[in-house]
């Protein structure tokens, strides 16, 4: 027996020691564990044919294919026909004017923020095979074709233009626009971060009109920042940044009228008296001469739909949502044929959708019930059949339903838990289908209405069988009660080889910004390994989401309103606490790790959470709010002037004698977002009170300290640090 049990020791030794360890090496310069995705597959216009990108002899082929059989249809462009001027052009990303003869696809981008970039545009003839630029005076932005397909709209140094295709000539439509001063069909930089759009300019659906905001940041304050490239004196980069409390851009509406003539050819939109507001969306409805704006007060609690008609510029309030709080916007606005449109709203608590006529009277309350609906899908008009995406089946996760415009027959698609999503083709036949859990690859599936697979498009099974060479932990979801009462959800990640009779040091991770969830049950990629790296190092690694984030209705969101850290960091170090408290786990050894909004939880964590936290990685932390940008600050702190208690409460600048353990602070100094001046106030007072830590900065690296060794550096010093203080 002795003989025998010595053996199956040895085996299961052997076993655990054949395993592969996962390096930072893996994770950040050879990017082993970065699944695939579905670039190249566009589903085409008749809603029965989609187009993939293959390989070719050395050449990238757009083949077009049926939905229903996978069938290959034909080829339809080869890259070795697409030149310009004899060279040749690399085909990418791409995607079809609305008659599908053309294509359009860029090269040499450049990007500017976070969803903002330039690049040279090309057009090519599928059928003569000639290609030609869109722009020929420089990089442009936004490149959109008009519903008939015979023009593009798109931005070019702050000013917005059109190419008529028929006649290959360009078409000025603004002639303003100036660095830093006017910006037309672009948003400003806190527009594009915090309402998360770009571009401002959308075509009616006979393509007569184009209509844009137009953004007057004059009077916005400048911030500049230094970027180092060798030369005697560093480059200045300054750009347009309201702080909280600060003057916006001053935004107006106009509409280009494509047939008009003269002065007649832009019509300037009632907007009404107030100018500190916001315009955060524009979508024409189905009525071509009848643009529907969004206006929003700078408080934020009150969301006006406007109608506005396109050959005067006057405008009427049709529906209005207001609340002590503030409002969300999001992408749900649809319009129904000619009869209403469907929108979300918080309204009862939760996140639902309700149908309005065109007069902006309630019809009727298509969803409801103590679950979040998280974005609307679309419509489809022929079913009368809404899909969307809830958490019904909890916060941790993401299903697919489909239910009538009149609340009823209401089904779950998803077949299984985890983040399930969807994009439609047109008619609603048939969607693809996106799948991940917290321990499973995404999976891209092509589905009929009904749910039926009908092509798998990518299962990722190179990575998991990749995955299978190593001894990885699991992701576990748990409930914890904070010292309230009240329910949150978590997630641990205990070493592969975890024994319950050794005592473990504790990574927690958390973001718990307002609406950000990081206990999701889905696949989460770099995060995943990097946690997995720790556990495979003897660290537990959790995470819980606390009161101020999604899915749980709007008190559990709304709840930090006006005190932002305050109810989040108390979650935090209840859950430190129930960490503390497991016989498994080292209560003198527990750390945190954050970035950005997490950065600033890690900061109040290792001051007013000192008791129990023994060392903290802050990464590009706000170290307090009046150094933020105005649209999200103010949306949950209002002005400074208005709540100093709640801004200064829980800045972390204003409790550094509170810390007692290791801190390790790390910035990018081209941070656009979050700017370096935070972690720099931060390290004065820490200093100033003869505080040790640990600093790094990124030299010419924004918000997400990324590119070339960067995310292998910044891991390994993270690493150092985490063996060295926990």
């Not at 537990?540 to 209705?553: E, H, P, S, Y």
Request: aromatic share 14%.
């Amino acid at each position: 027996m002795k003989i025998k049990s010595l053996f199956i020791a040895l085996v299961i030794a052997f076993a655990s020691t054949a395993q592969q360890r996962v390096t930072l090496e893996d994770i950040w310069v050879k990017y082993a564990f970065v699944g695939k995705s579905t670039q190249g597959f566009n589903a085409m216009s008749d809603g029965l044919h989609y187009t993939d990108i293959e390989e070719a002899d050395g050449y990238n082929v757009i083949s077009k294919y049926q939905i229903k059989t996978g069938k290959k249809v034909a080829d339809l462009v080869n890259s070795k026909d697409v030149k310009y001027n004899t060279r040749s052009i690399e085909i990418g990303d791409y995607q079809f004017s609305p008659s599908e003869d053309k294509l359009l696809f860029s090269e040499g981008a450049e990007p500017i923020y976070r969803r903002s970039y330039k690049a040279d545009y090309f057009v090519y003839d599928i059928k003569t095979k000639l290609a030609w630029p869109v722009s020929d005076k420089g990089k442009i932005m936004f490149p959109t074709f008009s519903p008939d397909g015979r023009k593009i709209a798109f931005v070019r140094d702050n000013n917005l233009f059109i190419r008529d295709l028929l006649s290959n000539t360009e078409i000025t439509v603004t002639t303003d626009g100036v660095n830093n001063k006017i910006k037309n069909g672009w948003g400003d930089w806190v527009y594009e971060e915090e309402f998360s759009k770009a571009d401002y300019f959308t075509w009616s659906a006979n393509s007569q009109y184009l209509a844009y905001i137009k953004f007057n940041e004059t009077e916005v304050k400048d911030f500049t920042m230094d970027i180092y490239k060798g030369e005697l004196y560093p480059e200045k980069y300054t750009f347009k940044y309201p702080k909280a409390g600060e003057d916006n851009s001053i935004v107006s509406c106009h509409i280009f009228d494509v047939n008009a003539f003269g002065a007649k050819k832009i019509i300037n939109v009632d907007l009404g008296t107030e100018k500190d507001i916001y315009l955060p969306r524009l979508q024409f409805t189905n009525d071509n001469n009848v643009l529907s704006l969004q206006r929003l007060n700078r408080l934020q609690n009150k969301l006006e739909l406007l109608f506005v008609n396109a050959s005067n510029g006057q405008s009427k309030v049709v529906y209005t949502d207001e609340a002590k709080t503030y409002v969300d916007i999001t992408d749900d606005l649809t319009f129904i044929s000619d009869k209403g449109f469907v929108i979300s709203s918080e309204k009862d608590e939760y996140n639902h959708l309700y149908y309005y006529d065109l007069n902006g009277k309630l019809i009727n309350q298509i969803t409801s019930g103590p679950w979040d609906v998280i974005s609307f899908k679309g419509y489809d008009e022929k079913s009368g059949t809404l899909y969307y995406i809830s958490t019904e089946n909890g916060a941790i996760n993401r299903d697919l339903y489909s239910i009538k415009l009149d609340g009823k027959l209401k089904t779950r698609m998803s077949k299984q838990d985890g983040f399930n999503d969807a994009d439609f083709t047109t008619g609603f036949k048939f969607y693809i289908s996106t799948y991940s859990d917290a321990n499973t690859p995404v999976v891209y599936e092509l589905r009929d209405a009904k749910g039926a697979v009908i092509k798998v498009l990518e299962n990722n099974i190179v990575l998991k069988e990749k995955l299978k060479e190593y001894n990885l932990a699991k992701k576990e979801f748990i409930k914890v009660k904070n010292a309230e009462g009240i329910e949150l959800n978590a997630w641990i990640m205990k070493p592969a080889n975890f024994d319950e009779n050794k005592k473990y040091p504790v990574y927690m991770y958390a973001y718990n910004g307002p609406g950000a969830n990081e206990c999701n049950n889905n696949w989460e990629g770099f995060e995943y390994m990097w946690h997995q790296l720790l556990c495979q190092e003897g660290y537990i690694v959790a995470c819980v989401d606390g009161r101020g984030t999604l899915g749980r209705g709007r008190q559990f969101k709304h709840s930090t309103y006006l005190n932002l850290g305050k109810l989040e960091t108390e979650d935090q170090i209840d859950f430190a606490k129930y960490l503390g408290s497991l016989n498994y786990v080292d209560k003198g050894r527990i750390g945190f790790q954050g970035w950005s909004y997490g950065g600033y939880m890690a900061l109040l964590m290792i001051s007013k959470g000192a008791e129990y936290i023994k060392s903290a990685i802050s990464v590009a932390p706000v170290t307090n709010w009046k150094y933020y940008d105005n649209i999200y600050t103010e949306r949950f702190l209002r002005k400074p002037k208005d709540n100093k208690k709640g801004y200064e409460d829980n800045s972390p600048v204003n409790h550094v004698k509170k810390i007692k353990g290791n801190l390790l602070l790390i910035h990018g100094s081209a941070d656009d977002n979050v700017h370096v001046q935070n972690s720099m106030e931060m390290a004065k007072v820490l200093v100033a009170n003869n505080i040790p830590f640990d600093f790094m900065i990124y030299p010419n690296k924004n918000h997400g300290i990324a590119g070339g060794f960067t995310r292998y550096h910044i891991f390994n010093k993270m690493l150092t640090f985490v063996k060295e203080k926990l």
